[in-house]
Nanobody
């Protein structure tokens, strides 16, 4: 059984920053790829950033250069540092534990999500 709990969302002005955290339960955290997805109202859930067990990363074009995914295996936690936020980044952000082989493959393990709102 795996539980993922996201935190760190909130309301921020355009150009601001937020850091999201996702704490995972279960064993062998370091062996798995982790990812962040987001879903805006009326839109499909989309991959934002992923990191495999070796530290290789993949980002959506829309966030490259602004967002950074990282992980702390000792704390079973994955982070998403979001800088230069834009109104179009507004969404519910979810973390996922999956696999990564050239591309990221999500599993059925999702967190409850954390709301990020970028607005003046």
């Amino acid at each position: 059984q795996v539980t993922l709990v996201e935190s760190g969302g909130g309301l921020v002005q355009p150009g601001g920053s937020l850091r999201l955290s996702c704490a995972a339960s279960g064993s062998s955290f370091s062996s798995y790829a982790m990812a962040w997805y987001r879903q805006a109202p009326g839109k499909q859930r989309e991959l934002v950033a992923a990191m495999d067990s070796g530290g290789r990363t993949n980002y959506a074009d829309s966030v490259k250069g602004r967002f950074t995914i990282s992980r702390d295996n000792a704390k079973n936690t994955v982070y998403l540092q979001m800088n230069s936020l834009k109104p179009e980044d507004t969404a519910v952000y979810y973390c996922n534990r999956g696999s990564f082989s050239g591309t990221y493959y999500p599993s059925s393990y999702w967190g409850q999500g954390t709301q990020v709102t970028v607005s003046s």
